[in-house]
């Protein structure tokens, strides 16, 4: 799966990251594996993403910041409301709606946000 690149390079790295436990989540359920326990690091990985970028939306007083945290607020709650779910289910959700909202997201609101922070320097 690719992204785009951001002119942040942290942010791309969380986002890489991200990416290799969606392809390893998607390979899982396309062998119809027990994804449970790969569910809940990916979940808890995307967590850790949006705390990151949230923290420095706060420390650097990002003008976008709460419309970008209800973004990652909305799709962490879709996340934990996929818990025991089917697989196929699984699949259809991630590849008809997450894939593209976080293609969305990167190319949007996110491009902004890298921006804002190459721009103040942020660490």
Known sequence: MQ???LNYEPMNEVHLNEVKLLEKLLKELDENKDVT???????????EHFA?????MKKYDFFAYFPHKMEH???INELYNLRGKENEY???YFKEHFI?????HILTI???TAGFFNMVGAK
């Open 52 to 56: 990151f970028e949230e923290g420095l």
């Open 110 to 112: 996110d491009t902004v």
């Open 90 to 92: 699984l699949k259809k």
């Open 100 to 104: 593209p909202w976080l293609d969305n």
């Open 37 to 47: 326990n790969t569910l809940e690091e990916f979940i808890k990985d995307v967590k």
């Open 73 to 75: 607020d909305k799709i």
């Open 3 to 5: 992204i785009k690149m």
